[in-house]
């Protein structure tokens, strides 16, 4: 068992930025691939981010592509989101998601929800225009 626990989220401006953080606890961290997914009002909850074990793969929608960075620090049993150049359309709960399958080696395993066994509870992001 894994628990998640998001936090970062806010209001922030058009242009602006935030650092979404998970911290996890229960068993070994770095035996998990590590997500994050958004849903915004009335949408469907979409693939955003992804990182392998160890930290040398990451995956990105092309929607923030260029944008977001994930990392991890599994000493820290954390990874973040780190999020640039904010727009409205990215207004959205944002959730980390742990996935104990083997790594992933393209974009499509890496993005399915199915994959991911453990969820957090979601953090808000709101971006203002």
């Known amino acids: 068992q894994v628990q998640l626990v998001e936090s970062g989220g806010g209001l922030v401006q058009a242009g602006g930025s935030l650092r979404l953080s998970c911290a996890a606890s229960g068993r070994t961290f770095s035996g998990y691939a590590m997500g994050w997914f958004r849903q915004g009002p009335g949408k469907e909850r979409d693939f955003v981010s992804a990182?392998?074990?160890?930290?040398?793969?990451?995956y990105y929608a092309d929607s923030v592509k260029g944008r977001f960075t994930i990392s991890r620090d599994n000493a820290k049993n954390m990874v973040y989101l780190q999020m640039n150049s904010l727009k409205p359309e990215d207004t959205a709960v944002y959730y980390c998601?742990?996935?104990?399958?083997?790594?992933?080696?393209?974009?499509?395993?890496?993005?399915?929800?199915?994959?991911?066994?453990?969820w957090g509870q979601g953090t808000q992001v709101t971006v203002s225009s």
């Open positions: 990182i392998s074990r160890s930290g040398g793969r990451t």
């Open positions: 998601a742990a996935s104990g399958l083997v790594d992933c080696s393209d974009y499509g395993c890496a993005a399915a929800r199915a994959r991911y066994e453990y």
